[in-house]
């Protein structure tokens, strides 16, 4: 009996023992050192300058992009391409005539839009289309018509963790402007008419 006894004295002595190695002297896990070590602050937003464009448009896009406004092109009120130097891809900001009534006819009338998968979205503040194409590219368009013109933005990203939330820059700062230095000019003129 004694012996018994003993043998559990000495088991229950060496489970303590080895619960507070466990806990006070082993080493921490690698993985909690490595979560530990891969903790970052968050990162500064990045500088966002404003587009105004003399198609009756504005947006907001990232400092950093490289813009090309296209002056070749002659056929269209906007051909705005944006790329980044350290991220594949590119967002075109496009302003076209069109005789479609509105952005679901537009892209029903575009063979190569109307194979893709249609949505309901806001743009500009207006009832819009968002339509995503797999083939031949990946692309996504946002578009809306307005007085005859179809204004869309067209992204293809191929590192889409940088351009799917600069294209959600673009669409949701996306706004039509009227010419305010012309009103602006107008009530100077009107304030020195009256002083004089």
């Known amino acids: 009996m004694k012996k018994v006894w003993i043998g559990t004295l000495v088991g229950m002595i060496l489970v303590a023992a080895a619960i507070i190695y466990y806990w006070k002297l082993a080493p921490k896990p690698p993985q909690v050192l490595d979560g530990l070590a891969s903790v970052s602050p968050t990162p500064t937003p990045e500088e966002l300058l404003q587009w105004k464009d003399q198609a ?106 940088y351009w799917i939330q600069t294209y959600d820059t673009i669409i949701s700062t996306f706004a039509f402007t009227t010419d305010a230095s012309t009103t602006a000019q107008a009530d100077v003129v009107d304030e020195e008419e009256i002083l004089e």
């Open 56 to 161: 009756g448009f504005s947006f907001t896009y990232p400092k950093s992009l490289k813009s090309d406004i296209h002056e070749e092109d002659q056929e269209n009120y906007a051909h705005i391409e944006l790329t980044h130097p350290e991220h594949p891809g590119t967002i075109i900001i496009w302003a076209k005539d069109t005789t479609m009534a509105d952005a679901a006819a537009w892209i029903k009338n575009d063979k190569t839009l109307a194979v893709g998968t249609t949505f309901d979205t806001t743009f500009a503040d207006m009832d819009a289309q968002k339509v995503l194409i797999t083939a031949p590219k990946k692309k996504v368009i946002t578009a809306v018509v307005d007085d005859a013109i179809v204004f869309f933005v067209e992204g293809e990203f191929e590192d889409s963790d």
